[in-house]
């Protein structure tokens, strides 16, 4: 007796993409790859080739939603945008405009996805694990030799641009010849780390200075310097309630009150809108949970009261 066959086709997928750069990447761009190679045409389809499909970040976001209780969470739509340009810049994905939407096309699809150009799993188990035995390509020291091969341009590139609300390209030569060769002589994505939020923090102010805030200089020759002097002032000191001009003066203030983020009654004027939505677009996170946020660190007093409106991106509760 024949068994069913699993119906909606199947898509295949490399073992070896645990050594990519997308699995270096966020979760949400990680989870929007895989989306994306699912959801594209597996064949020719009026105006779509193979590997292309249409999309738009509203079908995106209902597809990849997930529950939280009773909550029904999405990603923000700059999330979405910021990880179609990550793959974007690593060629993973080429874009075009159409009527409310986009056309995605998965570069080398065809190769990835015809059997004949795989191994059997049989084959590359039992000769792998042979070889390793007798210790062979795969050594130790060779894994660590391929994984110190991959740079996260992207990684590193999307950090300076969080951090000073830029829009640097991680694929131009210039960049990764400076990351390259910072890489090589040792430093850590934590090193690059340390240096980008120690300058952006020096600098930011400084109209002369802040044009700076660039790949070339920050990731050049002085680099060991700026990392010296981020890691000797990393320690920023906290400032205490008498301190803060915008310190809530009583408990009731300070309690914090989900329902209000993220009910009908958080509003936001004009004003308050354009100058949050960059804030919150440049940490990644929606402008409901930025407003959650501000709340929390105490942000607001008698005379300067939380801004009260329905956002069209928040959260919804399933009722």
């Given at each position: 007796?024949?068994?069913?066959?699993i119906k909606?086709?199947y898509?295949l997928q490399?073992?070896?993409?645990n050594?990519s750069?997308v699995m270096?990447m966020?979760?949400v761009?990680?989870?929007l790859?895989?989306?994306?190679?699912?959801?594209v045409?597996?064949?020719?389809?009026?105006?779509l080739?193979r590997?292309?499909?249409?999309?738009?970040?509203g079908?995106?976001?209902?597809?990849l939603?997930w529950m939280?209780?009773?909550?029904?969470m999405?990603?923000s739509?700059?999330?979405?945008?910021?990880?179609?340009?990550?793959?974007?810049e690593?060629f993973?994905?080429?874009?075009?405009r159409?009527?409310h939407?986009?056309?995605?096309?998965?570069c080398?699809?065809?190769?990835?996805?015809d059997p004949?150009?795989?191994?059997g799993?049989?084959e590359?188990?039992?000769e792998?694990n042979?070889k390793?035995?007798?210790?062979?390509?795969?050594k130790?020291e060779?894994?660590?030799?391929?994984?110190?091969?991959e740079?996260p341009?992207?990684?590193i590139?999307?950090?300076l641009n969080?951090?000073t609300?830029r829009?640097?390209?991680?694929?131009?030569s210039a960049t990764?010849k400076?990351?390259?060769?910072?890489?090589k002589?040792?430093?850590t994505?934590?090193?690059?780390?340390?240096?980008?939020?120690s300058?952006?923090?020096?600098w930011r102010?400084?109209?002369k200075?802040?044009?700076?805030?660039?790949?070339?200089?920050?990731?050049?020759t002085?680099?060991e310097s700026y990392?010296?002097?981020?890691?000797e002032?990393n320690?920023?000191k906290q400032k205490?309630?008498?301190?803060?001009?915008?310190?809530?003066?009583t408990?009731?203030?300070?309690?914090?009150s989900?329902q209000?983020?993220y009910?009908m009654?958080?509003?936001l004027?004009g004003?308050?809108?354009?100058?949050?939505q960059?804030?919150?677009?440049?940490?990644g996170i929606?402008?409901q949970?930025?407003?959650?946020?501000?709340?929390s660190?105490?942000?607001?007093?008698k005379d300067n009261?939380?801004?009260t409106v329905?956002?069209p991106?928040?959260p919804t509760e399933?009722?």
């Amino acid at each position: 007796m024949s068994k069913e066959k699993i119906k909606g086709g199947y898509v295949l997928q490399p073992r070896v993409i645990n050594n990519s750069d997308v699995m270096k990447m966020p979760p949400v761009t990680r989870e929007l790859w895989f989306y994306l190679c699912r959801n594209v045409q597996w064949s020719q389809y009026k105006n779509l080739r193979r590997g292309q499909g249409y999309f738009n970040l509203g079908d995106i976001q209902e597809d990849l939603c997930w529950m939280v209780g009773y909550r029904k969470m999405t990603y923000s739509k700059p999330q979405l945008t910021k990880s179609l340009r990550r793959l974007r810049e690593g060629f993973m994905i080429e874009t075009a405009r159409a009527t409310h939407g986009l056309v995605i096309t998965i570069c080398n699809y065809d190769f990835y996805q015809d059997p004949n150009n795989y191994e059997g799993n049989d084959e590359g188990v039992r000769e792998g694990n042979a070889k390793e035995a007798e210790g062979s390509q795969y050594k130790q020291e060779d894994i660590k030799k391929d994984k110190k091969k991959e740079i996260p341009y992207a990684e590193i590139v999307d950090i300076l641009n969080d951090q000073t609300g830029r829009s640097f390209k991680s694929g131009t030569s210039a960049t990764r010849k400076v990351i390259t060769a910072r890489w090589k002589e040792g430093f850590t994505l934590e090193d690059f780390r340390v240096v980008i939020e120690s300058k952006v923090s020096q600098w930011r102010d400084d109209p002369k200075m802040k044009e700076y805030l660039r790949p070339e200089t920050l990731f050049g020759t002085k680099f060991e310097s700026y990392l010296n002097y981020g890691k000797e002032n990393n320690t920023p000191k906290q400032k205490t309630q008498e301190e803060s001009p915008l310190f809530i003066q009583t408990e009731e203030q300070q309690e914090i009150s989900l329902q209000q983020v993220y009910g009908m009654d958080f509003r936001l004027d004009g004003s308050h809108q354009e100058e949050w939505q960059k804030d919150a677009d440049r940490l990644g996170i929606t402008i409901q949970e930025y407003g959650a946020w501000r709340k929390s660190c105490g942000l607001y007093s008698k005379d300067n009261p939380m801004p009260t409106v329905d956002y069209p991106n928040t959260p919804t509760e399933e009722q």
